[in-house]
Nanobody, 126 residues
Framework: QVQLVESGGGLVQAGGSLRLSCVAS????????INWFRRAPGKERESVAG????????RYADSVKGRFTISRDSAKRTVYLQMNSLKPEDMAVYYC???????????????????WGKGTLVTVSS
């Protein structure tokens, strides 16, 4: 069955960095755009970033532009989220999600996602 497994979360001080990983199995990796979402305590889930199936296109939420970088390694079936200059408001559970696509499109809508991981917690101390 399809599995998306996130890792790399943890506790970091404000201004620090973390790299999250999402390893996919059970699907044809090259057919899926991959996204990162997050849900902070008491808030709605929100999009963070997305990368097209080839990696040629990326999109970011305005709140993370210039600080976060999404990338993918097809050989490792892994998508990364490099998070720099972390702020307390970045604290959340981060989820990766897979979107079956037929083009290089990147949707930031959670309604378009077909599969979800269970999440990894990022805690940012001030």
């Amino acid at each position: 069955q399809v599995q998306l497994v996130e890792s790399g979360g943890g506790l970091v001080q404000a201004g620090g960095s973390l790299r999250l990983s999402c390893v996919a199995s059970g699907l044809t990796f090259s057919n899926y755009a991959i996204n990162w979402f997050r849900r902070a305590p008491g808030k709605e889930r929100e999009s963070v970033a997305g990368i097209s199936r080839s990696g040629a296109r990326v999109r970011y939420a305005d709140s993370v532009k210039g600080r976060f970088t999404i990338s993918r390694d097809s050989a490792k079936r892994t998508v990364y989220l490099q998070m720099n200059s972390l702020k307390p408001e970045d604290m959340a559970v981060y989820y990766c999600a897979a979107d079956l696509v037929v083009s290089e499109s990147v949707s930031l809508s959670d309604y378009d996602m077909d599969y979800w991981g269970k999440g990894t917690l990022v805690t940012v101390s001030s």
